[in-house]
């Protein structure tokens, strides 16, 4: 493995927020498998969620890690906080975020908390409405933060420019 590969693997802190055993009923009998959501992210804005299925857990847990860098997302953040409020959705789970003041820390549960920290978000408030399903509730909380703009995104979109209110 080369100097730059390794690099490459150490700049992603990885999480797993969930392993499951399922298993399959065929004509000879019940076949056991597991199944592994894995959460990448930077710490810096990036992130990305991955599923991982295989008969032995280090398996699903490499295949979960692996499909996560691939669906790897950039998030636009405010600091160290979100630049609005807004709800992502997947399934029947719905979560709500707004930013929040220095200090706050991360007001969240479930798979948000773990998901928040690893794209490096330090305050912000959130509720899960719905479903509590974790897959769920991770694919709608990378929704969300898949869909955040900056006012300056906002305003190159529509070809106009953000005046500082304090000048």
Known sequence: ???LAMKEEKQYQEKLLKISRVSKTTKGGRTISF???AAVG?????IGLGLG???GVPDAIKKAIASAK???VDVSLKGKTIPHE?????GAASVWMAPAYEGTG????SAVREILEIVGVHD?????RGSRNRHNVAKATVDALKNLRTAEEVAKLRGKEVKDILS
Request: charged letters at 25%.
């Open 70 to 72: 691939k669906n790897i």
């Open 106 to 109: 991360v007001i969240a549960g």
């Open 53 to 55: 299925k295989a008969n």
């Open 124 to 128: 912000i408030l959130t509720k899960i």
């Open 86 to 90: 807004i709800i992502g959705k997947w």
């Open 35 to 37: 199944s592994v959501l």
């Open 42 to 46: 930077d710490g810096e804005g990036k």
């Open 1 to 3: 493995m080369s100097k």
